[in-house]
């Protein structure tokens, strides 16, 4: 079966500070892969998806990068984290090329102080 | 720009009333359209639609597309106290292969 694993679950990070989210899956190859952003009690706010290796589409112009050196790793980051970066980020995969549900990691809580 | 409307925002209801959640779209060469339910952390699939006019049923939750006027509703009835929850509506386009882009979310809050 399928897993996908998001850590850490709680990061508290001072403004100016470097970030790295990271997003694992297991069980699958070649998954469509996701980082989204959720404000509280709102919507989900599509960062980044790839649908292969090396590949990374950017849906926000923002503090913050992706990449997928692996094929079921994807990796949030920034450089230098701004008050604004706060927020819960979720990383979640789908198969490819099916009409398929996405899955959901647990969820990473980025406090910027 | 795909974009994805959710209305309304939040609603408040009562143990047993029947609710009806709306997710309109404005997307190029659709090809889905997921519903989810989040109540904590990770968000939990509850259905996808690409056929209009198919309703998909789970208990008392039914969903329905329909894509000559580009919206899908999200029917629950009986409310428990249990369906508090953020539900969410996505929309996956085909011009933008793997794109799922998702709406505001509507906030139910069902009191006993």
């Known amino acids: 079966s399928q897993t996908i694993h998001q850590w850490p679950a709680t990061l508290v990070q001072p403004v100016g500070s470097p970030l790295s989210l990271e997003c694992t899956v297991e069980?699958?190859?070649?998954?469509?892969l996701y980082w989204y952003r959720q404000a509280a009690g709102r919507g989900l706010q599509l960062l980044f998806y790839?649908?292969?290796?090396?590949?990374i589409s950017s849906e926000v112009p923002q503090n913050l990068s992706a990449s997928r050196p692996q094929d079921r790793q994807f990796i949030l980051s920034s450089k230098k984290l701004l008050l604004s970066d706060s927020g819960f980020y979720l990383c979640a995969w789908r198969r490819p090329r099916d009409h398929t549900e996405a899955f959901f990691g647990q969820g990473t809580r980025l406090t910027v102080v | 720009e795909d974009k994805v409307v959710q209305s309304p925002l939040s609603l408040v209801v009562h143990e047993g009333d029947t609710v009806t959640l709306n997710c309109s779209y404005e997307?190029?060469?659709?090809?889905?359209l997921l519903w989810y339910k989040q109540e904590k952390k990770a968000p939990t699939f509850l259905f996808m639609l690409?056929?209009?006019?198919i309703e998909k049923k789970s208990g008392r939750l039914s969903s329905i597309l329909d894509k000559k006027e580009l919206f899908s509703i999200l029917n629950i009835t009986a409310t428990q106290t249990g369906d508090s929850a953020i539900y969410l509506c996505a929309v996956e386009s085909g011009t933008s292969y793997g794109k799922l882009t998702f709406g505001q979310g509507t906030i139910l809050t069902v009191h006993p």
């Open positions: 790839s649908v292969g290796i090396g590949q």
């Open positions: 690409t056929s209009s006019g």
């Open positions: 069980g699958t190859s070649n998954p469509n």
């Open positions: 997307v190029t060469n659709f090809r889905s």
